[in-house]
């Protein structure tokens, strides 16, 4: 049913929400296929480590939940790497943000032998290129190299359609198409940028008491751009 304009919405409290990452839930398409096929393709990897790699909001972390519970994976954290590599069971294993450089390189040189060994199962993301990660010793960046990368891109206008109707529909909020498709036009191509444009949007029509209408999807726009432009300067400023 479509909403009328400046009519009531479905939830009317912010009681937060949380993106579901189910494995129904993800979204496939040309920028994420492979990535997407390489995690539903467990136990059967020829290798027993995969690094994926991409921006910000671009699906990392739900491949990654999806890769758990179909491999029952624990998801380590960066004071847990020491004590995951005398884990007799050698149990799968996911390493979120390792590009960030919080995480003690020897385990993780050790975790990376034990899965180019084929003893567990190891799963990798980042934001960056392996080039880029802040790795102290050649020993950690050469088993890395050997290991399959794969990307997670942009998406195009069916894919990023697709993925506002995912996000509205985690926080419950029903959207007209012709909105979907008047933000798919005008919007930056990225899922960060649709995951900020649907929390400003989410934001103006729980103030207003409002359904997600055109005229809001126009002013979260200009508010988007507004802060871009901001960032722009300060970056500009700090060159200076």
Do not use: C
């Not at 409290?13 to 539903?40: C, M, Q, W």
């Not at 027993?48 to 179909?70: C, M, N, Q």
């Not at 390493?95 to 190891?122: C, K, M, P, T």
């Not at 029903?174 to 990225?190: D, H, Q």
């Amino acid at each position: 049913m479509a909403w009328p304009e400046g009519g009531p919405r479905q939830l009317a409290l912010d009681l937060g929400h949380e993106p579901s990452l189910a494995a129904d839930d993800f979204l496939v398409g040309t920028g994420n296929s492979v990535a997407h096929a390489r995690i539903a393709a467990w136990p059967h990897w020829p290798e027993h480590l995969t690094v994926l790699v991409g921006p910000p909001a671009s699906g990392k972390s739900h491949l990654a939940r999806i890769f758990a519970d179909i491999s029952h994976a624990h998801m380590a954290g960066p004071d847990e790497l020491a004590e995951l590599v005398a884990d007799p069971d050698r149990r799968a294993l996911v390493i979120e943000d390792v590009d960030r450089g919080q995480y003690d390189e020897v385990a993780l040189f050790h975790l990376l032998n034990q899965s180019l060994r084929g003893e567990r199962s190891l799963l990798l993301t980042a934001r960056g290129d392996i080039a880029q990660w802040p790795l102290k010793t050649d020993d950690a960046r050469s088993r890395l190299r050997r290991a399959p990368l794969f990307r997670l891109e942009s998406s195009d206008d069916i894919e990023l359609s697709h993925m506002l109707v995912k996000l509205f529909g985690d926080r419950q909020i029903k959207v007209e198409p012709r909105v979907i498709g008047y933000l798919v036009a005008r919007m930056e191509r990225s899922q960060e940028a649709a995951t900020a444009l649907v929390d400003t949007m989410d934001r103006l029509a729980l103030a207003r008491g409002s359904a997600i209408t055109r005229t809001i999807a126009a002013e979260a726009l200009a508010l988007r751009h507004d802060a871009a432009d901001a960032d722009r300067q300060e970056d500009w400023n700090d060159d200076e």
